[in-house]
């Protein structure tokens, strides 16, 4: 498949970057950028910034694995992960946006969005799930969104996870075989493995309509996972520019000396979980 316009190969399909990441360098490059994220966590809560990172792509392209590394440091009372299931009978008469609005930052929180607003463009567009007329609509209506919410101080960040059907189809098929990810196979999910090419134009037609300067895409390339994470933190640390404000570390001083009349009840009185290790 070639890029519109261009003659070339699009980036699904020829990736600059498939080469597999050394594992210790990746861990080393990690933990490093975890205590980055951790800096950047502290300045947005001090200075009271708000930040939306929005994360879309294929199924399978590695979304939720780059979350988790972004998440999993951090503190969760002000970075939160949003993931909505589908739209109840009553939020799907509100206006379209307005669900996702309820789960805005406020003041020092980062939230990430596991698929978002971009659902319409997307899934809903190519399984029918719209009308032509609130499609139109939403592609009218969202860049007038986003730039709302820059204009109201939010940071706003999004990041296409891009990867090759023949990678996206190795991913599926190593889910099968896998009994703790096979929930990640949805029949909707399914589906979409048969409409790559509908998935690709829909897409095609977001960014058109989407990508603004307020609020460009982002494209990650995630044919390889190490990589993409690496990548999309890196680049995620420039978005919002921070100082080192982290706090000094607490001295802690001896412990108090347990009272003398205190007597510990007798173990047989709990109920203790097994150990069950060999």
């Known amino acids: 498949m070639t890029a519109p316009g261009t003659g070339s190969p699009s980036v699904e399909e020829a990736p600059r970057t498939t080469g597999k990441v050394d594992k210790k360098a990746y861990e080393k490059e990690m933990a490093r950028l975890q205590v980055e994220l951790v800096k950047q966590q502290e300045f947005v809560r001090a200075r009271g910034l708000r930040v939306v990172v929005v994360f879309e792509g294929r199924d399978a392209a590695g979304k939720g694995g780059a979350i988790q590394r972004i998440t999993e440091s951090l503190n969760p009372r002000a970075a939160r992960v949003v993931a909505l299931p589908a739209p109840s009978e009553r939020e799907k008469g509100q206006w379209y946006f307005q669900r996702y609005v309820a789960h805005l930052p406020t003041s020092g929180e980062m939230v990430l969005l596991d698929r978002s607003w971009y659902n319409r ?14 499609y139109a609509e939403f ?14 101080g939010i940071t706003l960040v999004k990041y296409w996870f891009s990867v090759s059907d023949t990678e996206q189809e190795k991913r599926f098929q190593a889910r099968l075989q896998d009994p703790t990810k096979r929930w990640k196979l949805s029949p909707m999910d399914l589906e979409a493995r048969n409409r790559w090419v509908d998935f690709s134009r829909a897409k095609d037609a977001m960014f058109a309509a989407t990508d603004i300067p307020e609020a460009p895409w982002w494209v990650v390339e995630a044919d390889s996972k190490k990589r993409a994470r690496i990548n999309v933190i890196s680049h995620l640390l420039g978005q919002v520019p921070y100082e080192d404000l982290t706090p000094e570390a607490p001295e802690l001083p001896p412990r108090p000396p347990v009272e003398d009349d205190y007597v510990r009840p007798p173990k047989e009185s709990q109920h203790v979980v097994p150990d069950v290790v060999p």
Do not use: K
Not at 122 to 129: A, D, L, P, Q
Not at 139 to 152: I, K
């Open 121 to 134: 463009a997307g899934v809903e567009r190519v399984m029918g799930f719209c009308t032509d007329e609130e």
């Open 139 to 152: 592609l009218r209506s969202c860049p007038e969104f986003e730039r709302m919410l820059v204009r109201s």
